[in-house]
């Protein structure tokens, strides 16, 4: 076995500034927070483990998911949930739209649609 070499911690290298993950804190933050418990929603921040939550969810910003968290895939890249889908919510869209009113939010950029096989015998 080959051993590791032992670096003296004077030449340890600090990490830049950006590569450190904001904590979720502050009030806009506690708001999105706040919405996407109370209208039940799904985001691919949570979902897809997305570092950069304390920091989006801080500034008003949140990427919701519309057809529950769970997608047919299993890319081995990505961190959202595989399996077989729950039926549709279909009243997700009025909730989704709440939320978004409720978020002030000027421009709509997308929402994520989770991949749905859909077989012909299966229902959504
Ligand atoms: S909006 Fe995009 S970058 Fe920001 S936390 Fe959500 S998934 Fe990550």
Redesign the pocket.
Known sequence: MQELPIVPAEQHIKKPDWLRVKLPIGESYKHVRGLVDKHKLH???ES?N????G???GEG???FMILGNICTRSCQFCAVATGRPKPVEWDEPQRVAEAIFLMKVLRLVSCWALEKRKKKSSKL
Request: proline residues 7%; charged residues 5%.
């Open positions: 985001t691919i921040c897809g997305c570092p950069n939550m920091e989006c969810w910003t949140a990427t």
